[in-house]
């Protein structure tokens, strides 16, 4: 966006408000790379020009855009990102097209580890008759996620699969799972905006990073429906151990990779 543009936004913010050249200025000391484009962006959200200033000093100060601006784009959907809540990557659209691919119109689909429930709701956005459960461990997460994904009762705080009802044992089409996957130890060489401000239980998956993948493998084949499918956001390093663990398990499992997206998914099937 031009300055122009920036300017003309800032008018309708307020007459009074800081100058869109002082906001990019700022912005760019600060270390923010793509300034013009933030500046827009928080132009663009903030109500007033108070809401306006506080913003810039937030993001000056080192707070994710996105939990600034309140939102992120994620495949094409507004999704609204509290503070202290996993912001999604757009690495994990990778993950929802690769069970759009897999879902039937009114499958029962599980977004495991749903934190502001983008996954979910871009899924039912692809598929709106989609029986659409989800569940986070953290009540900031569950509350955005209630925002996010409107079925009302669909999104459950409690740990993996427990909060779930009973009688989707064995009927779960698709179990689709970005859980925190980062060593215990790399977290502390994450960037700041995740170190500090996204929750560790969003981020630490244990010495290996595969201590949730494990506890959600375990328990898969007693959820999916046969011929169901699990689908799990890797790395590219641990693709192949997670594929492993879930084939200990019984599941049959392949590896998907996005080069473009920079992003790996685990997909893995129960025997029909
Ligand atoms: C990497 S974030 C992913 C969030 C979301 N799926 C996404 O892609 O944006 C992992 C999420 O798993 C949740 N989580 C961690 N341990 C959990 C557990 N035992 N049961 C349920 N949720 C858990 C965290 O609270 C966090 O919201």
């Given at each position: 966006m031009s300055l122009a543009a920036i300017r003309k936004s800032l008018m309708s913010v307020s007459p009074s408000a800081p100058s869109e050249l002082v906001i990019v200025t700022r912005l760019r000391a600060a270390g923010c790379v793509f300034a013009e484009d933030e500046a827009q962006l928080i132009?663009?959200?903030a109500q007033t020009s108070d809401e306006l200033a506080t913003m810039v000093d937030r993001r000056i100060a080192g707070v994710p855009l996105e939990h600034v601006l309140?939102?992120?784009?994620?495949?094409a959907l507004r999704v609204e990102v509290d503070p202290g809540v996993f912001v999604p990557r757009r690495r994990t659209a990778f993950l929802v097209d690769q069970a759009a691919a897999l879902i039937s119109p009114e499958a029962v689909v599980v977004d495991?580890?749903?934190?502001?429930?983008?996954?979910?709701?871009?899924?039912?956005s692809i598929s709106d008759r989609i029986d659409l459960y989800a569940v986070d461990i953290d009540p900031a997460a569950v509350r955005c996620a209630r925002r996010n994904i409107s079925a009302p009762g669909r999104v459950?705080?409690?740990?993996?699969?427990?909060p779930l009802p009973g009688k989707l044992r064995g009927s779960v089409d698709v179990l689709v799972v970005n859980a925190p996957y980062v060593p215990t130890g790399a977290?502390?060489?994450?960037?700041?905006?995740a170190r500090l401000h996204e929750p560790r239980v969003s981020l630490d998956g244990g010495v290996d990073g595969l201590d949730i993948?494990?506890?959600?493998?375990?328990?898969?084949?007693?959820?999916?429906?046969?011929?169901?499918?699990?689908?799990?956001?890797?790395?590219?390093?641990q693709a192949h151990e997670t594929a492993a663990v879930f084939a200990r398990v019984g599941l049959i499992a392949r590896i998907e990779r996005s080069d473009e997206l920079g992003a790996t998914v685990v997909v893995a099937t129960s025997p029909a």
């Open positions: 132009v663009s959200t309140g939102w992120v784009e994620f495949r495991l580890c749903c934190g502001s429930g983008a996954v979910g709701a871009a899924l039912a459950i705080e409690g740990d993996l699969y427990a977290i502390r060489l994450m960037p700041p905006e993948q494990r506890r959600v493998a375990s328990a898969a084949r007693t959820w999916l429906a046969p011929g169901g499918h699990l689908l799990v956001e890797a790395s590219e390093l």
